[in-house]
Nanobody, 131 residues
Framework: QAHLEESGGGLVQPGSSLRLSCDAR????????IAWFRQAPGKEREGISC????????WYRDSVKGRFTISRDNAKTTVYLQMSSLKPDDTAVYHC????????????????????????WGQGTQVTVSS
């Protein structure tokens, strides 16, 4: 059964950088996008970034735009989330997910937050930003 696995989380200070990885090799031959979600304690899950299978389109939530970058390795086995200028508000469990979406969320995060397009999820990796 296809699965995803995240890695790279940890405890960092505000202003630091961190790179998360999502092992997505099971989806390299499929027209599935990979997205990153996060869920902080006591808060709803939110979609923060998405990349299409052919890397032609990416999407970012406003709160991370300019600080986070999503990318994929040439072999299409790993999707990365490079996070910089981290803030305490970025503290959350980060999940990657796969689904047949075009990452066409425009200026709204309502549809990605509902996450109905994503059928496979990783177990998550904890990111804690604290001094």
């Amino acid at each position: 059964q296809a699965h995803l696995e995240e890695s790279g989380g940890g405890l960092v200070q505000p202003g630091s950088s961190l790179r998360l990885s999502c092992d997505a090799r099971a989806f390299s031959g499929y027209d599935y996008a990979i997205a990153w979600f996060r869920q902080a304690p006591g808060k709803e899950r939110e979609g923060i970034s998405c990349i299409t299978n052919d890397d032609s389109k990416t999407w970012y939530r406003d709160s991370v735009k300019g600080r986070f970058t999503i990318s994929r390795d040439n072999a299409k086995t790993t999707v990365y989330l490079q996070m910089s200028s981290l803030k305490p508000d970025d503290t959350a469990v980060y999940h990657c997910a796969a689904g047949p979406t075009m990452c066409d969320y425009g200026d709204s995060h309502e549809r990605i937050d509902r996450a109905f397009e994503f059928s496979v999820w990783g177990q998550g990796t904890q990111v804690t930003v604290s001094s």
